[in-house]
């Protein structure tokens, strides 16, 4: 158990939907990571906050946002759904420095 | 950019055995991390070893094992003693400075009992 949740673990909706995807960090990180993983494909940066700021983005496309909250949790908001967005979507957490510990991953699937 | 490669994209080994898996990377920074990352098929990402640039000393956990080679930029995964619990996608990873933690298209493991 890396100590990063992730909520929730399996999600099955229609194209076009919104959903919203939960990260809460390890006890004490400050950086949350999010990757998306589509099948037998390696994982993709999608976008990392520090302490509530945006730090980097990576190919994260415009129709999908996160915030990180006061509390530290985040979340990944992905909108206008197609089915290509199918996919695993990983949280991770960090101190700050460069390990990066993943949460179990929700399993995204569009219909 | 920086850029990860696993050119093994399946690997077997016999339960007891040793077997290496293979990355390179590619970069132009002195002061990085690399990592090994264990995908088992529950698809959970467990960090298995790290090894940073600076320290010339192989990093070792246990059965884990790397041989880091900073000027061929070559990290490999020995894994001794092979057992059927290590049968996963094995992902290499680094990461320097604010870059975000990039990953090669990872190598399936098989253990053959």
């Known amino acids: 158990d890396s100590g990063v949740t992730q909520t929730p673990k399996h999600l099955i909706t229609a194209t076009g939907q919104r959903v919203t995807l939960r990260c809460s960090p390890r006890?004490?990180?400050?950086?949350v990571y999010w990757y998306q993983q589509s099948l037998d494909q390696g994982l993709q940066f999608l976008i990392q906050?520090?302490?509530?700021?945006?730090?980097a983005k990576g190919n994260i496309l415009e129709r999908f946002s996160a915030q990180q909250f006061p509390d530290l949790h985040s979340e990944l908001n992905l909108s206008s759904l197609e089915l290509g967005d199918s996919a695993l979507y990983f949280c991770?957490?960090?101190?700050?420095?460069?390990?990066?510990?993943f949460g179990p991953g929700t399993r995204l699937t569009v219909t | 950019a920086q850029t990860v490669t696993q050119s093994q994209p399946e690997m077997s080994v016999q339960e007891a055995e040793t077997v290496t898996l293979s990355c390179t990377y590619d970069t132009s920074e002195s002061d990085y991390y690399l990592f090994w990352y264990k995908q088992p098929p529950s698809r959970q990402m467990i960090l298995v070893i790290r090894q940073e640039a600076y320290k010339q000393q192989n990093a070792t956990e246990n059965r884990f094992s790397v041989n880091f080679q900073k000027a061929a930029k070559s990290f490999s995964l020995k894994i001794s003693d092979s057992q059927l619990g290590d049968a996963a996608m094995y992902f290499c990873a680094y990461i320097a400075g604010n870059t975000p933690l990039v990953f090669g298209k990872g190598t399936r493991l098989s253990v053959i009992a």
């Open positions: 906050y520090y302490n509530g700021e945006e730090r």
């Open positions: 991770a957490s960090g101190a700050g420095g460069y390990e990066q510990y």
């Open positions: 006890s004490g990180d400050l950086s």
